[in-house]
């Protein structure tokens, strides 16, 4: 079962930011979070992770708070090709574990 | 991010045939790779985890004489649906992670829509 909850969906105007969150109260220190997207009809696309400190990349940024157990994945301008599923996942560190996947969140940005 | 390619894109095929499946990590080796399956407005749900040169291990549930694997190298594995079903109809997508260890990420193929009539 996932360790993670999300809710089942948001909207976004186009342009503006995006905040997606997750809940992960039951975390262990040796798990990273991990944030996917699945646009319809195509595989997961990576988007960032983070074990304890906040990350960016050209994608997005993931807010982590310090007790770990929740966080926020950021997309600063939200476009209409943003609409997608959004998966949190926290996974172990080290092995080569799967991905275990919940509901996600469904994004849908609104022109 | 790493390339992970998957062949073919859709297939259709006649119930109690068999059907293919290849994916191939394109720019980095993959010791193991993961098979997922998704059902329509369903998540994903993994099938088994392939290894190269040892058997695949298979989740509760799926059937591994029905889903056959094989990791034949460091670059590609295969999924095979033996006699095939209409209710094997699914998205089929593989994974793979960049590294052995440490926070290796997973990077997906873009998946195979099995359609069995």
């Known amino acids: 079962d996932a360790k993670t909850t999300q809710p089942p969906s948001m909207d976004c105007a186009e342009g503006r930011a995006a905040n997606l969150p997750c809940n992960h109260s039951t975390i262990s220190g040796n798990e990273y979070v991990y944030w996917y997207r699945q646009i319809h009809s195509q595989g997961p696309q990576y988007i960032i992770h983070?074990?304890?400190n906040n990350e960016t990349n050209e994608m997005a940024s993931l807010i982590i708070t310090e007790d770990r157990k929740s966080s926020t994945l950021i997309l600063p301008h939200a476009t209409l090709r943003d609409t997608a599923v959004y998966y949190c996942?926290?996974?172990?560190?080290?092995?080569?574990?799967?991905?275990?996947f919940g509901k996600g969140t469904r994004l849908s940005v609104i022109a | 991010g790493a390339v992970v390619s998957q062949h073919p894109s859709w297939v259709i095929c006649k119930s109690g045939t068999s059907v293919k499946i290849e994916c191939r990590s394109l720019?980095?080796?993959?010791?193991?790779m993961f098979w997922y399956r998704q059902f329509p407005k369903q998540s994903l749900m993994l099938m088994a985890t392939s290894n190269e040169g040892s058997k695949a291990t298979y989740e509760q549930g799926v059937e591994k004489d029905k889903f056959l694997i094989n990791h034949a190298s460091l670059t590609l594995s295969t999924l095979t649906v033996t006699s095939a079903h209409p209710e094997d109809s699914s998205f089929y997508i593989c994974?793979?992670?960049?590294?052995?260890?440490?926070?290796?990420?997973?990077?997906f193929g873009p998946g195979t829509r099995l359609l069995v009539l």
């Open positions: 996942i926290v996974r172990v560190i080290g092995g080569n574990t799967p991905l275990v």
């Open positions: 994974s793979a992670p960049t590294r052995t260890g440490g926070d290796g990420t997973q990077y």
């Open positions: 720019d980095f080796q993959a010791t193991t």
């Open positions: 983070g074990l304890k």
